[in-house]
Nanobody, 125 residues
C-alpha cells in the first residue's frame, strides 16, 4: 500500500492549487481517504475526507467552501484548493482508512492505516 502526494507549491494569497494523492496497492472502493495538514509549530489537523464507495465527503470548517475533494477512476484523490490564504500554509498529507469514518470521527488520525509523505503548500500574503 502506497500513497503519494503531489501538487504542493508556493502560491500567492487568493490563488489556487490542486493536490493529488495517488494510491497503489488498494482501490478507493475499499479505503476512504483523508487529507490532513500540519503547519509549523502546530498539530496536524484534518482538512477533508472522502469515501468513494459510500459517496460521502467532509470538510473542516476552516476550508469549507474553498476546498473540494474528489476522486477518479485512476485511483487518485484530489484536493482542489481555492482562495488560498497564509493560514493554509502547511505540509499536506493524505491518509487511507480501511473503514468508513462517520462525520464525528473522520479527522481522527489514529483511525487511518496508511499515510503519504506529504507535500508542502506555502501561501504568500
Amino acid at each position: 500500500v502506497q500513497l503519494v502526494e503531489s501538487g504542493g507549491a508556493l502560491v500567492q494569497a487568493g490563488g489556487s492549487l490542486r493536490l493529488s494523492c495517488a494510491a497503489s496497492g488498494f482501490t478507493l472502493d475499499d479505503y476512504a481517504i483523508g487529507w490532513f495538514r500540519q503547519a509549523p509549530g502546530k498539530e496536524r489537523e484534518g482538512v477533508s475526507y472522502i469515501s468513494s464507495s459510500v459517496g460521502v465527503s467532509h470538510y473542516s470548517d476552516s476550508v469549507k467552501g474553498r476546498f473540494t475533494i474528489s476522486s477518479d477512476a485512476k485511483n487518485t484523490v484530489y484536493l482542489q484548493m481555492n482562495n488560498l490564504q497564509a493560514v493554509d500554509t502547511a505540509v499536506y498529507y493524505c491518509a487511507a482508512a480501511a473503514r468508513y469514518l462517520k462525520s464525528a470521527s473522520w479527522d481522527k488520525e489514529e483511525l487511518y492505516d496508511y499515510w503519504g509523505q506529504g507535500t508542502q503548500v506555502t501561501v504568500s500574503s
